[in-house]
């Protein structure tokens, strides 16, 4: 099971963000995300309606102390991975991090203003994707790339009300409840 961490979320500033971090946790793989920050039911409402819509058991709740998350992810045996631009290259780690979490749980954190450096020292991995600066929904979706692959983007999303069927030009939904 993968879980997506989003550290520092802030109301109005990181809304955009914060949607499309869950939204990319979702559509590559991961089955849910924790948003730590400021509390936002409105965020938290706009990803819950895209899960109703395109279908899937996506998985989004709010916690107020992340390093009680880390904590608990630790002490359940399940590995954490910090996103950083400071961090080793996922290219010369995923290997052994996939390894790592054949039977284990996967805690995806990345981060939004300042990460505290404690977030540093308490998980088992700092990744970098590149050692420059930018985006946690680009390292995110590179990352979710490398360790699960396609079969992420392709798994089927159960009752969905709104499928999307490839189509080479326009666009081509399937709509009603679809198993
Ligand atoms: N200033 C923040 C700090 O002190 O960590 C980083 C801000 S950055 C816009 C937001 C997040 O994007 C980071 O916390 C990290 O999770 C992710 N990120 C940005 N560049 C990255 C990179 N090269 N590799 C991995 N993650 C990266």
Redesign the pocket.
């Known amino acids: 099971m993968i879980t997506v961490l989003r550290l520092g979320h802030r109301v109005i500033r990181d809304q955009r963000v914060t949607t499309h971090v869950a939204l990319t946790a979702r559509a590559f793989g991961a089955d849910s995300i924790i948003i730590s920050g400021e509390r936002d039911d409105g965020v938290i409402e706009s990803i819950e309606k895209v899960c109703t819509e395109f279908g899937g058991g996506f998985g989004i709740e709010y916690a107020k102390n992340w390093k009680r998350v880390i904590e608990g992810w630790k002490k359940k045996n399940g590995v954490a991975i910090h ?3 400071y ?1 080793e290259d996922i290219d010369d780690k995923k290997e052994e991090i996939m390894e790592k979490c054949k039977e284990r749980d996967m805690l995806i954190i ?6 505290p450096f404690d977030v540093y020292k308490m998980v088992d991995y700092n ?10 929904v680009a ?1 995110l979706a590179i990352v979710l790339d490398r360790l699960v692959g396609s079969e992420g983007r392709k798994k089927r999303f159960m009752s969905a009300k709104k499928r999307i069927l490839p189509n080479p030009v326009g666009k081509t939904v399937v709509e009603g409840l679809l198993g």
């Open positions: 996103l950083t631009m961090g990345v981060g939004g203003p300042k990460v990744i970098a994707v590149g050692n420059q600066p930018h985006s946690e390292a």
